[in-house]
C-alpha cells in the first residue's frame, strides 16, 4: 500500500513568488494535516481536514498561506507570496479515525522549500 | 489544554549504551500515547504506541509504559546501535482527536 505521498520534494523559489505544495494522502483516511518543521520552532500543526472539509487552521502563519482539500485523495498548500521565514520542511500526514490504527499518523516524506 | 514536555537534547551516547529520554504529558480524560521517531531526511514514523494506564508499547528494542500516576511515557532501549540515532518525539492524542507533540529530542549514538 503506497503511503502519503508530498510533491515536490525540494523546492527552491525566490521571494515573491507562489508555492504550491501537494499531498496525497492514504486511500480511505479520513484526516489530513499540514505540518511545519524548523529549528527554531520545531513542528507546528498548520491546518487539518476531516472529511475534506478544514477543520481548524488557527496554525497557518498568515493569509499569505491557504490550503484546500477538493477531493479525498488530494490537497495542496499554497504560499502566496513566498518569503524567505517561509522556508522550513512542509509535511503532510494522514490518519483514520476508526479501527486498531486509529489515531495514528501516516506522514509523507516531506517538502523542503527554500525562499531565497 | 493538552501539552507534551520531552527532555531537551541532543542525546549523546556510545553504542550499547541504555537510552532514556523523559516524557511527560498534561490533558484531560484518558489520552493514547504515542512515540514517533525522524530519521534525517525522512518523515515522522510511528515507533510504539499505548492506549490504556499501565500498557507497555515496544517495538525494534524500544519499550515505554504509560504511567497515569506520574503522566509520563518514556521512552527506553537497553543497547543502542549507531542506526538509532535520529529525533524522537513523544505525542498524545485525546478526546479532540488532534495529535499534540512534544519538540522532539535528538539522539546521537557513536560508535
Known amino acids: 500500500d503506497a503511503g502519503v505521498i508530498q510533491s515536490p520534494r525540494h523546492e527552491v523559489t525566490e521571494m515573491g513568488q507562489e508555492v504550491t505544495l501537494r499531498c496525497k494522502p492514504i486511500?480511505?483516511?479520513?484526516?489530513l494535516f499540514w505540518y511545519r518543521q524548523t529549528m527554531m520552532r520545531g513542528l507546528e500543526l498548520l491546518i487539518y481536514?476531516?472529511?475534506?472539509?478544514?477543520?481548524?487552521d488557527s496554525g497557518m502563519p498568515e493569509d499569505r498561506f491557504s490550503a484546500k482539500m477538493p477531493n479525498a485523495s488530494f490537497s495542496t498548500l499554497k504560499i502566496q507570496p513566498s518569503e524567505p521565514r517561509d522556508s522550513a520542511v512542509y509535511f503532510c500526514?494522514?490518519?483514520?479515525?476508526?479501527?486498531?490504527?486509529?489515531?495514528?499518523?501516516?506522514f509523507g516524506e516531506g517538502s523542503r522549500l527554500t525562499v531565497l | 489544554g493538552n501539552s507534551v514536555t520531552q527532555m531537551e537534547g541532543p542525546v549523546t551516547l556510545s553504542e550499547e549504551a541504555f537510552l532514556t529520554i523523559n516524557c511527560t504529558y498534561t490533558?484531560?480524560?484518558?489520552?493514547?500515547l504515542f512515540w514517533y521517531v525522524q530519521y534525517p531526511g525522512e518523515g515522522l514514523q510511528l515507533l510504539l504506541k499505548?492506549?490504556?494506564?499501565?500498557d507497555k508499547g515496544s517495538n525494534k528494542g524500544f519499550e515505554a509504559t504509560y504511567r497515569k500516576e506520574t503522566t509520563s511515557f518514556h521512552l527506553e532501549k537497553g543497547s543502542v546501535q549507531v542506526s538509532d540515532s535520529a529525533v524522537y518525539f513523544c505525542?498524545?492524542?485525546?478526546?479532540?482527536?488532534?495529535?499534540?507533540f512534544g519538540r522532539g529530542t535528538s539522539l546521537i549514538v557513536h560508535p
Open positions: 500526514a494522514s490518519s483514520f479515525s476508526g479501527g486498531p490504527k486509529s489515531g495514528e499518523l501516516f
Open positions: 486511500s480511505g483516511h479520513d484526516y
Open positions: 481536514f476531516n472529511n475534506n472539509v478544514p477543520i481548524d
Open positions: 490533558a484531560t480524560g484518558y489520552p493514547s
Open positions: 499505548a492506549t490504556k494506564a499501565d
Open positions: 505525542a498524545l492524542r485525546g478526546g479532540s482527536y488532534i495529535p499534540t
